[in-house]
Nanobody, 121 residues
């Protein structure tokens, strides 16, 4: 059974930094892509940053230049370094992995449980 576990959320002041982590466990053969999403109260879930197996990255315009996504294939993990945080970054952050399980025949998406990030003004 695949499980994604996030950590690193918390309360930080405007201008501060946080580093989110997400680790996948289970019988995993390959993770083709990781994506971080976030959802603020009353808003739709939105993509924040993504990274492929070839370490190509893309970011939402709202976080470009402030957030950095990275991955550690040996640990089946992804990270999101968030700098210069703003109150509008306040949301529950979710990691998403597109992965292939051992003896699986196709890639499927899995989600973490979410971690709260709160930026105070």
């Amino acid at each position: 059974q695949v499980q994604l576990v996030e950590s690193g959320g918390g309360l930080v002041q405007t201008g501060g930094s946080l580093r989110l982590s997400c680790a996948a466990s289970g019988s995993i053969v390959d993770i083709s892509a990781w994506v971080w999403f976030r959802q603020a109260p009353g808003k739709q879930r939105e993509m924040v940053a993504g990274i492929t197996g070839g370490r190509n990255t893309n970011y939402a315009d709202s976080v470009q230049g402030r957030f950095t996504i990275s991955r550690d294939n040996a640990k089946n993990a992804v990270y999101l370094q968030m700098n210069s945080l703003k109150p509008e970054d306040t949301a529950v952050y979710y990691c998403n992995a597109n992965l292939l399980q051992y003896r699986g025949s196709y890639y499927a998406q899995y989600w973490g449980q979410g971690t709260q990030v709160t930026v105070s003004s």
